[in-house]
């Protein structure tokens, strides 16, 4: 049982805190958080992130990764190095894996993923309609019931599921969405709507009149371009003339929330900061708040120039990141109520990215997920604390089949290597949306490998419960649908 030495030496002085398959556990220490104490719930989602994803931003932002031994993966064709934990999430004391499935996938034990790196892609015969897709994948983890592809809070017969932003809101909670994509994206959207990805006006039109939500952020801004400028006039296709008019003081609009709109850097960094450095709620914050970074688009994804070299292209200095956003989030969300909040906070690009072969513009994402966790443990420890919030970073399914490069031709497991600062070297061996018609299609499409799950606060040890899924490499996993089980069970006993 080697595989569990490394997670339990991270968190070596959190004894007991490690759930293990038929180990009976230790008795709690005193102070340790219960669920009957959970207050809040921050779920940090990397949209396409797996192990290997980790890994790259690992790679380049510190030189280390922490999945490319082979003492600890068996299967890797040469040794990539020791095991490094670099990340802040990588010392939470819950570390499982997510098997992430949908409505018409074998369970990942019917597959025998090590088998070869085609094994857990749409390559493999028997995988042709295992694999996710965002929309599915979200619904899952917010409502704890499994659905077709391409469904947002439907169940398989579009009838409407009890998502997440339902039931904390029925329990008295505030309830936020954040996403680096577009604030329609699918996976914000399987927490909050219900219809299917095709009706985007539909994901809009819900999300902007929606009765219980009090934080919508991600990109979209009508009058702004990918690259940060002023377009000449505001662009209505998504965000409609009139709601946006009245967004900006403009006449009433009926049915739409009393929004207070955030779309300037400096305004988000004031949001996100005001708590933090008073060390007390602040009596002025907004209520409501729709929160539009000025980009047209998904922030990272669509914004211009290279896409090989992280950060060779340097950010717009007036669209606010995805760690200002999650920190105002957090903020407006924690004066909102006494009973708490839960939030869906989304690094979207890393699916994106992985999907059109930027490696570079992944690593983008993924280190600003890494920001952002940062951030919100931080806030965490400033502004309330491990027995009442929950912090979970995991997954919707990972992108690409990213492994080490030579792993397509070889057909065997390759370690990805690298150094702090350098692009890895790493490659999507997935060619499963190739389109021979379609030289502009993206090569890459969703695996169903297990995707990692970190988790600090008093439902780490739930989470560590329910993986009762075993694997010869990441050790045990539950499915993406107890994820939901689990938070909805703290929220519907309080
Ligand atoms: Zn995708």
Redesign the pocket.
């Known amino acids: 049982m080697r595989w569990f030495v490394r997670p339990s030496l991270l968190i070596a002085p959190v004894v007991g805190a490690l759930t293990v398959a038929g180990v009976p556990a230790v008795a709690d220490p005193p102070g340790k958080p219960s669920r009957e104490e959970s207050k809040n719930v921050i779920l940090i989602i990397g ?2 992130m797996g192990y290997n994803s980790v890994d790259v931003g690992s790679l380049y932002e510190h030189g280390r990764s922490m999945y490319q031994s082979q003492e600890d993966n068996p299967h890797l064709a040469s040794d990539g190095g020791r095991s490094r934990a670099t990340q802040v999430y990588q010392r939470f004391p819950t570390q499982v894996g997510v098997e992430t499935g949908y409505v018409f996938s074998q369970p990942y034990a019917a597959i025998d993923a090590w088998a070869s790196p085609r094994h857990a892609t749409r390559d493999n015969p028997v995988e042709r309609l295992n694999v996710t ?2 929309a599915a994948a979200a619904t899952a983890m917010s409502t704890g019931v499994r659905t077709r592809g391409g469904y947002l809070g439907w169940d398989r017969d579009e009838q409407p599921l009890h998502d997440m932003v339902d039931l904390a809101s029925e329990h008295g909670m505030a309830t936020g969405v954040v996403t680096d994509a577009r604030f329609w994206a699918d996976t914000a959207a399987g927490f909050a709507v219900h219809t299917e990805d095709d009706d985007e006006h539909g994901v809009i039109e819900q999300l902007l009149f929606h009765e219980d939500l009090d934080v919508v952020m991600g990109g979209g801004h009508p009058a702004h371009n990918n690259d940060g400028t002023a377009k000449e006039s505001p662009y209505h296709r998504y965000v409609p003339e009139d709601v946006w008019a009245a967004l900006n003081g403009g006449p009433a609009v009926e049915g739409l929330p009393e929004w207070t709109l955030v779309t300037d850097r400096g305004d988000f960094r004031a949001l996100g900061s005001q708590g933090a450095a008073r060390g007390n709620r602040v009596k002025e914050m907004p209520t409501k708040v729709i929160g539009l970074p000025q980009s047209d688009g998904a922030l990272f994804h669509d914004r211009p120039g290279d896409t090989e070299i992280p950060f060779a292209e340097p950010m717009a200095p007036n669209i606010a990141r995805l760690d200002e956003m999650a920190l105002a989030a957090l903020n407006v969300l924690d004066q909102q109520s006494d009973q708490g909040f839960f939030t869906m906070i989304e690094a979207a690009t890393i ?2 990215a992985a ?1 059109n072969d930027q490696l570079g513009r992944q690593i983008e994402d993924q280190v600003a997920l890494n920001d952002t966790v940062e951030a919100a443990v931080k806030w965490v420890r400033q502004n309330s604390s491990w027995e009442e919030t929950t912090i979970i970073v995991t997954a919707d399914h990972e ?1 690409g089949n990213l492994w080490g490069s030579g792993t397509w031709e070889t057909n065997e497991f390759q370690p990805i290597t690298g150094a702090k600062g350098e692009v890895p070297a790493a490659e999507y061996a997935d060619y499963t949306d190739v389109d021979p018609d379609d030289p502009e299609q993206a090569p890459h499409y ?1 695996t169903h490998q297990l995707v990692p799950l970190y988790a600090q606060g008093p439902l780490a040890d739930d989470l560590a419960a329910v993986a009762t899924g075993y694997d010869e490499v990441h050790g045990d996993y539950l499915r993406n649908i107890d994820i939901a089980t689990v938070i909805r069970s703290a929220i519907a006993t309080d």
């Open positions: 949209d396409g897709d965002s699916d994106g999907h992108t969703h």
